[in-house]
């Protein structure tokens, strides 16, 4: 238990810690997944102990990319536990990038999601640019568009821009 919490305070200071400078962020994570199994430090990177939050959702609203970026090497996957703490995180700071980074949008559709792995497809890419106080253009790249369309009916995505936007193409 002391480990842990040794661990849980330097990951506290990482994402909430202005004074804490990028360069030195990869060394004091690589060192605290060190001290810990794998599996046990990617659970507590999702888990919700730092105001009620995850280490995760505190990255993106203090806008520490560098140390998502990198707890995002230990987590092979996100648990659905800590799925809408960083959906929340992402919208309130209007975090497109950090949602596209930890697929967030994925859940959206299942039957997609497996039909995009049989055909060998990639994610959609979906661009968020800011144009204005009121605007913003979203860009959509649906990869074998035509294919997935008249197989699955229906074509979804989400993205993040001034709040949580959802598409929906349908084929009738």
Known sequence: RGFTDAVLSRINAIVSSPDLTPPSITPIIRSCAAALPASEFSVLLQRP?????????????NKRQEALLEFTKFIPKILPASFSDLRLACMMVNDHNSFMLLNLG??????????????GCQQDDIRVDDVGENYFHVHFSFR????????????????????MWSVILVCS
């Not at 994925?106 to 055909?119: A, F, G, Q």
């Not at 369309?149 to 709040?163: C, D, H, P, S, W």
Request: net charge positive; no cysteine; proline share 0%.
């Open 49 to 61: 102990n730092i105001e009620n939050h995850t280490a995760l959702y505190w990255a993106i609203v």
């Open 106 to 119: 994925e859940n959206v559709n299942s039957k997609d999601r497996s039909l995009r792995r049989m055909l």
């Open 144 to 163: 074998m568009f035509q294919k997935r369309l008249r197989i699955t009916q229906k074509l979804e995505a989400e993205f993040v821009a001034r709040g």
